[in-house]
């Protein structure tokens, strides 16, 4: 059964590049990690969100990304100083 995500992120409209910039730095490091699947960065047409998407063989496999990501400086349960709102984390799990 793999494990995934679908994460909103509402950076300020001056920060929406350096949010995505980072999004991409994150996700480069998932890639590299055992059990990654996928993951996406993506931005709404009218630029207020951004939106990032992954999937892992399991979800201790994505934990395992997780706390890469935490020394990236990546907040994947928190707030970032570049968001005006807090983001919405939806969990999947293949079924």
């Not at 055992?34 to 998407?53: F, M």
């Amino acid at each position: 059964m793999s494990f995934g995500f679908v994460a909103f992120h509402y950076p300020a409209p001056e920060h929406v590049e350096e949010f995505v910039a980072r999004c991409h730095q994150v996700a480069e490091l998932s890639r590299s990690q055992p059990g990654h699947l996928s993951t996406e960065v993506w931005v709404t047409p009218d630029q207020e969100a951004v939106v990032t998407t992954g999937s892992f063989a399991s979800e201790e496999a994505f934990r395992a990304a997780a706390e890469g990501a935490r020394e990236l400086g990546a907040t994947p349960d928190g707030l970032s100083e570049l968001e005006v709102r807090p983001r919405q984390v939806h969990w999947l799990v293949s079924r």
